[in-house]
Every structure is written in C-alpha cells, then in structure tokens.
C-alpha cells in the first residue's frame, strides 16, 4: 500500500475511445503528478499540480487532459489515443516545500491502445 | 535537464553489500540528490536523499563525494527483495525538476 491509489490497473482502449484515470491519495499532499513510462525509456513527466493548479505541462499533446479537482484527487482525460501511447500511466503525490520532500507514485495504469 | 549517469545493469550476491554508482557533473550547489527504486509491478518507491552530507535510513545509506559530481547508494546487506531498477537524481526546489534517466537494473544472486 503505497498511499496513493490508481484505478484502473489495467485499461485497453480503441483509439476512438474516451476514457479517464483516476488518482487518489490521503497523504495530506498538496502536490500531484502525472508521468508516463514507456517500455526501454525514462519516467517522462507529464503534467504538475500544485494547490490544484498546473504549474507543469511538458509539451503533451492535447488528446491527454489533466483535471485537479481538489488536492487528493487528480484525473487524466484520454480521448483519441494512438497506438505509441501505450505505456505505464504513474501518478505521484508531494508535499511541496523547501527541501524536495520525495515523491510518492502510485501502483500505476497500464494502458493499451488498440 | 538534470542528467545522471548510471551503469545500466549490476548483480549482487544475497546478504552481500551492494554500492550503486552515480555521476551527477552538472548539479548545481542547491539540488538535492535523490535515490529512488521501482520492484516489478511497482511504481517507482523513495529510497534515500541527500544534500551535502552523507544520510543514513532504514533502507540505504547515500555518500555523496565531497565535490558533489557523484554519489554512491549502499544497501548494508543485500536481499532478494532488494532486485529492482534503481534511479539516481538531482533537481533543485519543487519536485517537477525531478528527471528520471534509465536507472541501474539490480539482480541479487541467491
């Protein structure tokens, strides 16, 4: 149990498809975070959330839509998805402060797309 | 980006210590150094950091060189739950400066 929870732990999509992942976390962190991990590369981060707001968007493409809604929770929107986006969705939580505090990632989503 | 350099793979025999090296050259004075590990279908798990002294947990103990270019991980006494890919990092304040490089795959040999 790592504290943040990811559901679904596994989703196959078609490309036309619409789909959300989920994030959640009880940690009393007030950062959240979206990385993609692709087989052979390294952790690719998406998408930060400080105090509910984007402070970091790395140039994802737009088919992929983060949402905040509050602090524990945090949504990634899917919506005409490509084969290449295949991978492992990991979501991780912080408390953001001085002094980097760790980050800590869920058990992730593994995606497929059809 | 904040690069590190990791060899890709390492082995180590059980209930042996295991050093994991690390060569951060371009960190910057005020970048902490992380250490972070993913077991198989697992995220990745927070082992250890650092600034400028060596850090001692229940899990590792981190010595960093004094001139801060390189760091070394250390698990006191190897187990087979210890197999995984480990990731050295630096970054400076607020997490989202944090790169992942490809890590150090470690096999323990039983």
């Known amino acids: 149990e790592t504290g943040v929870t990811q559901t679904p732990r596994h989703l196959v999509m078609g490309m036309t498809n619409k789909k959300s992942l989920k994030c959640e976390q009880h940690?009393?962190?007030?950062?959240m975070y979206w990385y993609k991990q692709s087989a052979k590369k390294p952790l690719e981060l998406m998408f930060v959330?400080?105090?509910?707001?984007?402070?970091e968007n790395n140039s994802v493409p737009s088919r992929f839509s983060p949402e905040c809604p509050n602090s524990s929770h945090l949504f990634l929107h899917l919506h005409t998805l490509q084969p290449e986006d295949s991978a492992l969705y990991l979501c991780?939580?912080?408390?953001?402060?001085?002094?980097?505090?760790?980050?800590?990632f869920g058990n992730g989503t593994r995606l497929t797309v059809t | 980006d904040a690069k590190t350099t990791q060899p890709n793979s390492m082995e180590s025999n059980e209930e042996e210590p295991v050093h994991l090296p690390c060569n951060h050259s371009?960190?910057?004075?005020?970048?902490?150094i992380h250490w972070y590990r993913q077991l198989p279908s697992q995220g990745p798990e927070y082992v250890i950091h650092g600034l400028t002294s060596n850090v001692n947990n229940r899990m590792a103990s981190l010595a960093i060189a004094e001139d801060r270019k390189s760091s070394t991980l250390i698990l006191h006494r190897a187990t087979l739950r210890d197999a995984a890919v480990y990731y050295c990092i630096h970054g400076g304040f607020g997490n989202e400066k944090l790169t992942f490089g490809t890590g150090t795959r470690l096999t323990i040999i039983p």
């Open positions: 991780a939580s912080s408390r953001r402060n001085r002094g980097d505090l760790p980050l800590h």
């Open positions: 371009t960190i910057s004075g005020t970048d902490y």
């Open positions: 940690l009393g962190h007030n950062a």
């Open positions: 959330y400080s105090l509910e707001e984007r402070v």
